[in-house]
């Protein structure tokens, strides 16, 4: 999709976004050379702020190709927020489904239209207590799968320091002057897996090759080592529920 082929709510929320985006935040933007300059694609970003859409957005948008972001299908409904996103032409998810392909065709329609799907693999907001890249869930995998569209990895740092994931009170931390650093990778080689069934230990497979790449980015970013393990929310909360339960029986 050509700059020219944005379209007019784009245009328009990039009117409204950027301007507070320049005067707030510093920028640090690499990368732009391996965002596809034609054809679908899927960029898998991390996610540790309710700010980094919009750095990421940011970033996508300068480069000319504009993400389709995934979102869930009660926000379709809001008033304004609902209008931005159908114009802009962000892509309902619909959990309650009961095919997990069904709740990925559109995003599906949008790779074989020559679009850029973007997908959160963490699914939310990290919970890593030093705000890591999570153990991902599959939707990513199971789209690139079905398309063989290039899979960009990108990591982001910066809009949780000016609001940290999951702060008691979402404040902005303006001061002193954040800097918002998007990188984007390579395209990450998932050709091991083309042509074998989507079961489940594929999938997890392919995503786990996926946010390896996208925690490699991000360990660049931050000038640090990534832990072994992603953290993995559901284990956590099974071991402190075990961990309760024993307590509680001493």
């Given at each position: 999709m050509?700059?020219?082929?944005?379209?007019?709510?784009y245009?328009?929320?990039?009117?409204?976004?950027?301007?507070?985006?320049v005067?707030?935040?510093?920028?640090?933007w690499?990368g732009?050379?391996?965002?596809?300059?034609?054809g679908?694609?899927i960029?898998a970003?991390?996610?540790?702020?309710?700010l980094?859409?919009?750095?990421?957005?940011?970033?996508?948008?300068?480069?000319?190709?504009?993400?389709?972001?995934?979102?869930?299908?009660?926000?379709?409904?809001?008033?304004?927020?609902?209008?931005?996103?159908?114009?802009?032409?962000q892509?309902?998810v619909?959990r309650?489904?009961?095919?997990?392909?069904d709740?990925?065709?559109?995003?599906?329609?949008?790779?074989?239209?020559?679009e850029?799907?973007?997908f959160?693999?963490?699914?939310?907001?990290?919970?890593d207590?030093?705000q890591?890249?999570?153990?991902?869930k599959?939707?990513?995998?199971?789209?690139?799968?079905?398309?063989?569209a290039?899979?960009?990895?990108?990591?982001?740092?910066g809009?949780?320091?000016?609001?940290?994931?999951?702060?008691?009170?979402?404040?902005?931390?303006?001061?002193?002057?954040?800097?918002?650093?998007?990188?984007?990778?390579?395209?990450?080689?998932?050709?091991e897996f083309?042509?074998?069934?989507?079961?489940?230990?594929?999938?997890?497979?392919?995503?786990?090759?996926?946010?390896?790449?996208?925690?490699?980015?991000?360990?660049?970013?931050?000038?640090?080592p990534?832990?072994?393990?992603?953290?993995?929310?559901?284990?956590?909360?099974?071991?402190?529920?075990?961990?309760?339960?024993?307590?509680?029986?001493?």
């Amino acid at each position: 999709m050509s700059r020219r082929r944005i379209g007019f709510w784009y245009r328009l929320a990039a009117v409204i976004a950027k301007p507070p985006l320049v005067v707030l935040f510093k920028r640090d933007w690499r990368g732009m050379e391996h965002i596809p300059a034609d054809g679908g694609f899927i960029t898998a970003v991390n996610h540790n702020s309710y700010l980094d859409p919009l750095s990421y957005a940011h970033f996508q948008y300068n480069t000319g190709r504009v993400p389709r972001l995934l979102a869930k299908a009660a926000l379709f409904k809001a008033p304004f927020v609902g209008m931005i996103l159908r114009g802009t032409g962000q892509i309902p998810v619909y959990r309650e489904s009961t095919n997990a392909l069904d709740a990925f065709r559109a995003a599906v329609d949008a790779i074989e239209r020559g679009e850029c799907v973007a997908f959160y693999p963490e699914g939310t907001l990290t919970r890593d207590p030093d705000q890591w890249p999570m153990a991902g869930k599959t939707g990513a995998a199971r789209v690139a799968l079905m398309t063989k569209a290039p899979v960009i990895p990108v990591a982001q740092w910066g809009a949780n320091l000016a609001m940290p994931p999951y702060a008691r009170e979402k404040k902005l931390s303006l001061f002193p002057r954040k800097t918002l650093q998007v990188l984007a990778g390579p395209p990450v080689d998932l050709s091991e897996f083309y042509g074998r069934d989507a079961t489940p230990e594929v999938l997890k497979e392919a995503t786990e090759v996926i946010m390896a790449a996208i925690t490699a980015l991000l360990e660049e970013l931050r000038q640090q080592p990534a832990p072994a393990e992603p953290y993995d929310h559901r284990k956590a909360r099974a071991e402190q529920r075990r961990k309760s339960t024993g307590e509680g029986t001493k």
